[in-house]
Structure formats: structure tokens, C-alpha cells
């Protein structure tokens, strides 16, 4: 008897004014994945579930649109496109933002597109972390979240459990991301040749952007997860780690694993990592500083953690994705 394939659903918010564009895209753009996938008959792969949540600003989110029905289940991301009208201070009200916190607790992947980032913003879950918006809505943006690390200058910022991108149309890029994280790199390739959009190959050709397993049920460890990701995995240590859980050091390393597939010392490494990609990718900071800045001391052996995940040097990486003229930059000699 053949095995019941999992299923992964995303939700699509639906807010006044958020371009419906974006949200037939997107619900087309996982259906082409979803049909993509099933070409290759594999029960490994999930049904991608796409929903479509309705919400006012005064009342929390409710679901409309269900591509496959079927018994609920926890979201696995949310995605929040962005809107034509702008979005104004104060539209995101207190159901709203408590529905995403929730849906982020749960161990959704939140994503917004353009202005959406506002509205992660208004959740308080960006406090802390970087993020980008589009360049319309920077200065305001700067001046309300003084608490979040900006940076305007970049297409996207993808941070593990929060993405956000600047570009009215980069909700392509986002549903490609997902797709990547849940089906795989050549499924997402397939899609993106079928849409005849644009990918960025950095993922496929260097193993897939870091996209921790955040739906796996267990509280405690979701928790450290995403203190890492606030903290970027920077001058962590297992003790730390297991105070953030409130359980035992040998209890966390047996659940750590047991959740994301990883050792808590491997799941920092991988952090690390996709830290220093965007790095390298958007700044001409030196690989001695970007080492450094990522939480490795030693930039021997940044590089050598580097090569292993990625298959590239720090060096070979930047000249091949970077989007600056890595010639401004010292020390990028040494690989």
C-alpha cells in the first residue's frame, strides 16, 4: 500500500489593500512546484497545501481558500505580499499581529514582500533582527523600528525564519525560496524555467540557503532556534542554549537533534554560513572581518567550515555571486 505523502501548507495573507496579483502568483507558482514534484512520483516529496487567509485590521485572519482540503494543519509559512496603496502606521491592530507572532511560535517561516515587512515590523519578531523593505518606505520605516537592522540596499534579506524582500514584484523570489527549502533546488529551477522568472542559482549550485526545520512540534528546542537566529549564533554556548530551553545539556543535544536533524555545534555552523553568504554576497567587507562578524575568531577555519557546506572558498564564492566589485576589498587573497 502506497504511503500517504506529507503535507506542507502555506498560507497567503490577505489584507485591505494587499495586491491580489501577488497572491494568485504565488498560489500558481506552488501549483506549477506541486506539479513539477509529482513528475518525479516520489513519496519523499510533500504536497505543498496553498490557503488563503482573510483579515481585516481590527480581527484575526480566517481561512478562505484551501487549494487541497483536508484535515488542518500547522502552517508552515506565512507569506504577506505587499500592496500597491502603501501601508499605513497603525493599520496592523492587535489580533493581527498576535496571529502572526502565533503562527511564527507554531514554527511558520514568516515572509513579506515589499511592504509586508511593515507588518512583520508591527509584530515586534523583527526587533533585533535585519530586515529590508522597499525604498519608498525606508526612511519611515528607519525612523518607527529603530530596533531593526535595516538594509534598504538589499533585494532581500533572508534570515532562517523571517524573510523579507524590497521589491514589489520579488514575491516570486520568496514562493521560489520555499519551494527550494521544501521540494528542493531542482524543483525550484524547474518552476522558475516554467514561469520564465528569474532564480538566483546561488542556492542550487552552492547546496540550498540554510532553511531550518521549524515545524517539528517540540517548543523548547523552537524556542533556541530562534534565539539563535536572533543572535545570529554569535558567542553561543550548549549552556547557554540549554537555559534558553530550560532543559538539561544531555536532553537538549538528544532533542536538538531529534527536531532539526542537526548537532546544536552543526545547526551554528550552518547559521554562520548563510550569515557570511549574504555577506559576501551584498558587502566588499574583508573575509577576515566577515569571519569574524559571523562569530569565527579564526579565519582559517571559517574558511574551512565554509568550503565544506558550500563546496566554495569565501573568495571563489564572492567572485561568482557577489553583486560589488570585490577589488575594493583587502584581504580577500587568502582562500
Known amino acids: 500500500m502506497a504511503m500517504q505523502r506529507a503535507v506542507a501548507e502555506l498560507g497567503v495573507l490577505i489584507y485591505p489593500g494587499a495586491q491580489m496579483a501577488a497572491v494568485h502568483g504565488l498560489t500558481d507558482l506552488f501549483g506549477v512546484a506541486n506539479r513539477i514534484a509529482a513528475e518525479h ?53 492587535t489580533a493581527l499581529t498576535h496571529w502572526l507572532r502565533e503562527q511564527h511560535a507554531a514554527g511558520a517561516t514568516l515572509g513579506g514582500v515589499c511592504v509586508g515587512s511593515i507588518l512583520m515590523a508591527e509584530s515586534g519578531l523583527l526587533d533585533g533582527r535585519s530586515a529590508t523593505t522597499h525604498w519608498t518606505s525606508a526612511k519611515s520605516f528607519a525612523l518607527r523600528y529603530p530596533q531593526i537592522r535595516l538594509s534598504a540596499e538589499k533585494p532581500i534579506v533572508d534570515d532562517g525564519d523571517l524573510i523579507t524582500t524590497a ?33 538566483s542559482d546561488s542556492a542550487s549550485q552552492c547546496g540550498s540557503n540554510f532553511a531550518p526545520i521549524l515545524n517539528h512540534g517540540d517548543p523548547a528546542i523552537l524556542k533556541v532556534q530562534h534565539w539563535l537566529q536572533g543572535n545570529g549564533a554569535v558567542e553561543v554556548s550548549l549552556g547557554a542554549m540549554a537555559l534558553q530551553a530550560g532543559l538539561e545539556e544531555r536532553t537538549l543535544l538528544r532533542r536538538f537533534r531529534a527536531a532539526t536533524g542537526l548537532k546544536p555545534t552543526e545547526y551554528c555552523q550552518h547559521l554562520r554560513v548563510g550569515k557570511a553568504r549574504e555577506m559576501l554576497e551584498f558587502s566588499n567587507g574583508t573575509i577576515d572581518r566577515i569571519a569574524w562578524t559571523v562569530g569565527y575568531q ?31 576589498a583587502r584581504g580577500d587573497q587568502g582562500r
Open 41 to 93: 512520483q516520489s513519496d519523499q516529496l510533500p504536497l505543498l497545501r496553498i490557503s488563503h487567509w482573510q483579515a481585516s485590521f481590527d480581527e484575526a485572519p480566517v481561512r478562505v481558500y484551501d487549494s487541497h482540503p483536508g484535515p488542518d494543519s500547522a502552517l508552515v509559512a506565512v507569506l504577506i505580499p505587499p500592496s500597491l496603496a502603501g501601508f499605513s502606521e497603525g493599520q496592523a491592530t
Open 298 to 328: 579564526d579565519p582559517s577555519a571559517f574558511r574551512a567550515i565554509f568550503r565544506k557546506i558550500t563546496g566554495l572558498t569565501p573568495s571563489d564564492y564572492r567572485s561568482r555571486f557577489g553583486v560589488t566589485p570585490p577589488t575594493a
Open 167 to 199: 521589491g514589489l514584484m520579488a514575491w516570486s523570489e520568496l514562493g521560489l525560496r520555499l519551494v527550494d527549502r521544501l521540494l528542493g533546488p531542482s524543483i525550484a529551477t524547474g518552476t522558475a524555467r516554467f514561469l520564465v522568472v528569474e532564480h
